[in-house]
């Protein structure tokens, strides 16, 4: 799936996220992208729990890192790592966290801040845009797509 998506809810966020779900394949990464408060953890939740991986999914403060382990017998995707990177500085943080690590046992990593993350981020990352206007309403996510003005 491509392009732009208008979601009027968390529920409907949760929706596309599933959707989006569907085509993860482990080593997969995922950057989201936008403003605080866009919606970048609520589509990982959405993740999460297509995905059916233990733990809640939280906007980390303090925590950089977090690990969802899948607990099917024999999962299509074992690990989900989230990974907010605002706190960090540079790629050499990023490694130091276990990037490289992770996608080599097969983890998708979900990274919010991947500028963070710089020439880590391989060409064959997805990425996920998160816009919205005043207020609650108005969300868009897009897709493997970028905003063209004002879009
Ligand atoms: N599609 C939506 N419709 C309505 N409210 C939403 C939607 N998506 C997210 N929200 C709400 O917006 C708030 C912020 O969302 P969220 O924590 O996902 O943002 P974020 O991009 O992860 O922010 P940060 O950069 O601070 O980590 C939450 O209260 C969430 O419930
Ligand atoms: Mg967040």
């Given amino acids: 799936m491509k ?8 529920e409907e ?3 596309l996220a599933a959707r ?49 382990r899948s607990s099917a017998a024999s999962p299509r995707i074992p690990l989900l790592v989230h990974m907010d990177l605002y706190r960090l500085s540079g790629e050499e943080d990023v490694e ?15 990274v919010e801040w991947p500028d963070r993350a710089g020439g880590l981020v391989p060409e064959s990352a997805r990425h996920v845009s998160f816009l919205h206007g005043e207020g609650e309403e108005n969300r868009k996510i897009l897709i493997d797509f970028y905003a063209v003005d004002g879009v």
Wanted: charged share 20%; with cysteine.
């Fill in 3 to 10: 392009g732009l998506f208008e979601v009027d809810s968390v």
């Fill in 13 to 15: 966020t949760w929706e």
């Fill in 20 to 68: 989006f779900a569907d085509e993860l394949r482990p080593g997969d990464v995922v950057c989201l992208e936008g403003e605080l408060g866009a919606g970048k953890t609520t589509f990982t939740q959405g993740l999460a729990a297509a995905l059916g991986v233990s733990g809640r999914v939280t906007s980390p403060t303090f925590c950089i890192v977090q690990e969802h």
């Fill in 96 to 110: 130091a966290i276990g990037w490289e690590d992770y996608l080599s046992r097969g983890a998708v990593l979900v």
